[in-house]
């Protein structure tokens, strides 16, 4: 019998050095621990009639809702305060943005070392293929400043990791301090020092639209790169993806295949990030962008209708089985279209967009204005 | 007077032919109109509109196109539904009941009472001449429209519609029955259909016409009632109440069932489907009657209709996710231990959330209902403030004594309509839609 510890084990081994083809008998042993120790999560199987037992491929563990973290708890009961993880534990709220309820989800993760490992290694891999360390400019709050982001923490870290010593955080829960941001990169363009800029799509938006005011562009060093992530959240006016590589181009010089849109979610501690010619020399140029996996994430497309899987090639929402999420529930299935491509155990994602994100349709009322009627209960 | 040869005549011949049922991409590659087509269009409905043709002339080819229209195999009306069915994925079942219901109150009687009451000396065509209503039609209700339209030709205006890109045929078919019943009164409606984004031809609606009749989403609409010419009919919602009077208790099964037909018709689209239900609960809500036994018998009811009117066979991935939302964050509350009761038909084709704490909630559609508590009027209130101004309609049970009171806080909350379950997708004529501004005008009693 493979121990809780093993089972840790063996799923760090796995984000070093990962071995496609024993993905599916480690998800099936992460299943099985987390189907005896998280107890919301056990019930939901067994409300579905899938037990530790029944379940013998991947694709018949069932998936959670991104929306249950908000409502239930999900993380494995590691037997109390005494269990030297459970007092090394993480705990990360989302947004709160998409509940409607004023209620934000919790993601509690008993071993950030298996986070940090999965955020750093795919990080590595494709926003620092170069492996240079270089000057770091977060413009979101780091997680000093607010420990319960978890891209906060993941800023952290990026910079702890791939940082050069000189770093400045122009962000904190109040927004971004956008001239402090902007006097750091001319100093940077300055000394010729390449930059990563990392923060969220609104945050970079807010520095493209300072340079707009003073009509300036800043002349960054080659190498310099921008690694954002949110999409079109917080946004009044979206930037387009594209966008943003237009405006990191012609605004700071980025050179756009080093603008790297990072798509992740509280829920989940993997993330994936934009192939582009910086990371994956041979990926074909298209927007939107696919979007690379790790190789111990899995990602698939469901019909919401069915739950099963739709075709290869075919938009659905999004599933993923992460196996850093080991201490909480690896099956999670979010609230975003996408196309899923697999190739040779590297799930290649098209983001499509945000589900129900729809217009509203004649006299419907759009579900988002409702916000306010949900939030007074 | 024969019906004038106009781009209206082409745009509805180009239609694809009778029977054609999956024409849906033929109808896709049609130009929009030129914004000239769309000005002469609208000259030409002027000019028809100026012939003098006495109010009950106008109400006896309604009521001739109507009663056509009543009949499930009237040429036109099959056509219609059938290719409405293949567009939009629902089922001709439910379309004809839905469009027999929405056509049920436009009696001849009922007709010739809007003749009187807007066609008559006070109304504003008698007082200032022709005049042109351009309609920007929405495209989640087949026939949604329907009552203004009809107010509109009987009180004299000349109509020029853009049909919804999501639904091109109803109009089409219904303004070639008015022509074949009556070519003069015919001549009045003009019909076309271009994407939201042709501004300049609906800038031409606009310019050419008297009065803007808008319908659709809130930012559509926000845009166009800045424009005192324009009567925007936005994003609206509906309801019920189920009171628990001890002296006369409702038919609870039957009352189930007639709501469960409210919410089915229209696929719940419309802005008459109820979304959410409260049922009075004078105590503890686990007694019988209270929201959760209720809630059950909606579920019962839903599933039963699901059977005579199925519902989609395929949703939209975005409908369906949303749909999927909703049974989620109710399956997962109730996992986490929340007061939380939910009741699922197979695959997405009905959903019942009982939830007795809720405010009012808007549901996606698609036969999706929320079944909530109440206790006394103010709590009744309390429940319905978040969505003050957005309430188009509610029905309530028949315990009468409890009513007054309730329809008074749902007229101060901006309710138009309160009918009886069943009833809700059928308002009489004289219904007051979106607050009556538009019956007003047509009737001379708002400038």
Redesign the interface.
């Known amino acids: 019998m493979t121990t809780r510890d093993q089972i840790y084990e063996q799923v760090l081994s796995f984000i070093h050095n990962p071995e496609p083809a024993c993905f599916e008998p480690l998800a099936l042993l992460v299943f099985r621990h987390q189907f005896a120790t998280v107890d919301a999560y056990r019930r939901y199987c067994l409300s579905l009639g899938a037990t530790a037992e029944s379940v013998r491929s991947l694709d018949q563990i069932p998936a959670v809702s991104a929306l249950a973290f908000k409502y239930a708890d999900l993380y494995a009961d590691l037997g109390g305060a005494n269990d030297s993880r459970a007092s090394g534990a993480l705990t990360f709220l989302t947004s709160g943005t998409t509940a409607g309820r004023g209620r934000r989800g919790q993601h509690r993760v008993p071993h950030p070392e298996i986070y940090r490992a999965s955020a750093i290694a795919h990080l590595g891999a494709m926003v620092f293929p170069d492996q240079r360390r270089l000057t770091m400019l977060a413009i979101h709050p780091t997680a000093d400043r607010m420990p319960e982001s978890s891209l906060s923490r993941m800023i952290s870290w990026c910079i702890e990791e791939f940082g050069n010593g000189t770093s400045l955080c122009a962000a904190d829960r109040g927004g971004v301090a956008t001239h402090a941001a902007l006097d750091f990169l001319r100093d940077a363009g300055t000394r010729g020092e390449p930059v990563c800029i990392l923060g969220t799509t609104a945050a970079i938006a807010a520095l493209f639209r300072a340079l707009d005011e003073a009509n300036e562009s800043i002349r960054l060093a080659p190498a310099s790169r921008l690694m954002d992530t949110g999409g079109a959240k917080g946004q009044v006016v979206a930037l387009e993806a594209s966008q943003v590589a237009a405006l990191a181009e012609s605004r700071l010089s980025i050179d756009s295949d080093h603008v790297i849109n990072e798509y992740g979610m509280t829920e989940l501690c993997s993330q994936l990030y934009d192939a582009t010619h910086f990371n994956t020399p041979r990926i074909a140029r298209s927007w939107p962008r696919v979007k690379l996996a790790p190789p111990w994430l899995r990602a698939s497309t469901i019909d919401p209708v069915t739950d099963r899987p739709v075709s290869a090639g075919q938009p659905g929402l999004l599933r993923f089985f992460d196996l850093a999420n080991v201490g909480s529930v690896s099956a999670v299935t979010t609230e975003d279209i996408g196309i899923v491509e697999h190739d040779h155990g590297r799930d290649r994602v098209r983001v499509l967009g945000r589900a129900g994100a729809a217009e509203a349709r004649g006299c419907a009322l759009a579900l988002a204005e409702f916000a306010a009627a949900d939030g007074a209960r | 007077m024969s019906a004038p040869r106009s781009r209206t005549a082409s745009a509805a011949s180009a239609v694809p032919g009778r029977g054609d049922a999956t024409a849906g991409a033929a109808d896709a590659a049609l130009p929009p109109p030129d914004p000239r087509a769309v000005a002469e269009a609208a000259a030409r409905v002027r000019a028809a509109a100026s012939a003098p043709l006495a109010p009950h002339r106008v109400a006896d080819a309604l009521k001739a196109a109507l009663a056509l229209w009543r009949e499930r195999g009237f040429e036109r009306r099959r056509v219609a539904i059938a290719r409405i069915a293949a567009r939009a994925g629902f089922s001709v079942p439910l379309l004809n009941e839905s469009i027999d219901t929405l056509l049920s109150p436009f009696t001849d009687s009922a007709l010739d009472s809007l003749a009187a009451a807007i066609g008559g000396e006070g109304g504003r065509a008698r007082r200032q001449g022709a005049f042109v209503i351009g309609f920007v039609m ?4 087949a026939g ?1 429209g329907m009552h203004e339209v009809v107010a509109a030709l009987i009180g004299s205006a000349g109509t020029v519609i853009k049909s ?1 890109s999501a639904e091109r045929v109803w109009w089409v078919e219904f303004a070639g029955t008015l022509r074949d019943v009556d070519a003069e009164v015919g001549a009045r409606v003009a019909v076309f259909n271009w994407p939201r984004d042709a501004v300049e031809t609906t800038a031409s609606l606009r310019a050419n016409g008297d009065l803007l009749v808008a ?5 559509t609409v926000a845009s166009e009632a800045r424009d005192r010419r324009v009567i925007a ?5 509906s309801g019920a109440a189920i009171t628990g009077s001890a002296s006369a208790p409702p038919d609870l099964e039957v009352v189930a069932e007639a709501l469960a037909r409210d919410v089915t018709l229209f696929e719940q ?4 489907s109820p979304h959410h239900v409260f049922v009075q609960e004078p105590g503890d809500g686990s007694a019988a009657g209270g929201a959760r036994d209720f809630a059950a018998r909606l579920a019962a009811a839903l599933e039963r209709l699901a059977a005579r009117l199925p519902p989609p066979a ?2 939209p ?9 909703v049974r ?2 109710a ?3 109730r ?2 231990g ?1 007061s939380v009761d939910f009741f699922e038909g197979r ?2 084709g009905w959903t019942v959330v009982c ?1 007795p ?6 549901s ?2 698609f036969r999706t209902v929320f079944v909530s508590a109440f206790h006394d009027h103010a709590d009744f209130r309390a429940r319905l ?3 003050a101004g ?1 309430l ?1 309609a509610f029905a309530l049970d028949d315990s009468v004594s409890e009513h007054a009171r309730l329809r008074e806080i749902l007229r101060e909350l901006g309710v138009t309509y309160v009918a009886a379950p069943g009833q809700m997708q059928a308002p009489p004529l004289t219904w007051r839609h979106g607050g009556g501004a538009f019956l007003d005008l047509l009737a001379g009693t708002l400038q």
């Not at chain 2, 009919?233 to 919602?237: E, T």
């Not at chain 2, 991935?317 to 939302?325: E, G, Y």
């Open positions: 929405a495209g989640n209700v949604a919804a319908y659709g989403d809130d930012t009919f936005g994003s609206r919602l689209l419309g802005c008459l395929d949703l991935l975005n409908d369906a996710a949303s749909v999927r939302r989620e964050v399956r997962w509350r996992i986490g929340e695959r997405l939830d704490a809720a405010g009012f909630t808007a996606p559609g403030a978040p969505a957005r188009e």
